[in-house]
């Protein structure tokens, strides 16, 4: 049982978009916060956005600000990452993740449950 699973990830031209699910079953009113990290071959897992499930609040790292949208279904239990204007860069394993104490926190050890991880590849 995984308490986190991501979908929606695949091959994409530059410029197209996708939409990333995450669906959690452990939620937590005490850790409400809700994120989404990715990794690329060689690099660190870098946060991409971030969502408090209880107020809707939003966070986004300035590469994706204006192209990524967090969003939730309270009702499926779901987060979305909708990916507009994909760029090549934009290429790695997406994660979701939760348990942190605080929404913003970019250091990926501040998360203690983590999905499997869904792959975006866009290409050139």
């Known amino acids: 049982q995984v308490p986190l699973v991501e979908s929606g990830g695949g091959s994409v031209q530059a410029g197209g978009s996708l939409r990333l699910s995450c669906v959690w079953s452990q939620f937590s009113y005490e850790r409400p916060c809700i994120a989404w990290f990715r990794e690329a071959p060689g690099k660190e897992r870098d946060m991409v956005a971030a969502i408090e499930t209880r107020d809707g609040t939003t966070f986004y790292v300035d590469s994706v600000k204006g192209r990524f949208t967090v969003s939730q279904d309270a009702v499926k239990n779901t987060i979305y990452l909708q990916m507009n204007s994909l760029k090549p860069d934009d290429t790695a394993m997406y994660y979701c993740?939760?348990?942190?104490?605080?929404?913003?926190?970019?250091?990926?050890?501040?998360?203690?449950?983590w999905g499997q991880g869904t792959q975006v590849t866009v290409s050139a």
């Open positions: 993740a939760a348990g942190a104490r605080r929404c913003q926190l970019e250091d990926f050890h501040a998360w203690n449950y």
